[in-house]
């Protein structure tokens, strides 16, 4: 069997964290470092990706994951390195009822984080040009810029940021970045990846906490989507944080429309942390089951 066909064969599977086109997983499988473990009843892949790793599996139902899941998660976390990330990130998507899962990832260590939502606009313009205010200045970004952006980003997304190793990935991946000057310091930055299929990604677009309120978002939002447009790029997308209320209002003001979404897991690769944080998981159900006797 070729490599071709092996790949195609690992589709079938009816239940999945996440859908994924045949050219999607042939992309994570080729991956350097992935990891796969199969069964004929389901698979798992380990996948380093920007900075971090992520989780996937397939199954043929929920009863063979429950069988498989906790013998796949066994083995292939012996290949998690920790000095090369900070967490594995597990995402679902298009998964309906999710109470059946929670127990089982639960028991791996994997505990819900946080939403996310993938925002496209469908129809970019190269003809529209933005405009900035006075006293604010966008200029192409410098390397000299990098510690200023790291911290937008960093104080922007506060507990859900994804940790600094992404910061660092995201870089090695821009093919355009900017910042935005207010009074000559930078408030916001936005940073863009490739263009594939006509499609752009918009990478990060953050303004510093203490320069919210002042339309700072949507300049530099603006500014990415025109980048991409200008390089023939018909459609952007960027990934945001629900939870970051100005995030959803930002984009669909700019043209945005909603894609998808899911749910992200997470676990640490700290074992002495897991370690902690399931004693005192312990310690809270014992004052629960017993706290009060009284």
Known sequence: MNERQRIADAQPFLLRNMPLRPRQWERLLTTPGAVRLSDKRGEMLLVPERGQYHLHWAYDDIESMRLLFPKMWTQIRRQVDPDQADHIQLDLVEVQNRDWFDPMLN?????????????????????????????????????????????????????LNDGERTFEAMVEEVTWAGALEADG????????????????????????????GNGYGRLVLGAAAYRHASQDAVRARIK????????????ADLGFRFHRAGVE???PVDEEAIARAREERRVIGVKARFGGWR
């Open 240 to 251: 945001v944080r629900p939870d970051i209320k100005p995030a959803l209002k930002t984009c």
């Open 185 to 212: 310091k930078v408030v916001a930055f936005a940073m863009n990846g490739a263009i594939e299929h006509t499609e752009g990604e918009i990478l990060a677009a953050c303004v510093a906490p203490d320069a919210w």
């Open 265 to 267: 897991y997470r676990r």
């Open 107 to 159: 028991d791996a260590d994997f505990f819900l984080f946080a939403e996310w939502m993938e925002m496209v606009h469908p129809d970019l313009d190269p003809k529209k040009v933005p405009e900035f205010p006075d006293g604010v200045k966008m200029r192409r970004a410098t390397d000299s810029d990098l510690d200023a952006f790291s911290e937008i980003w960093s104080d922007a997304y506060g507990d």
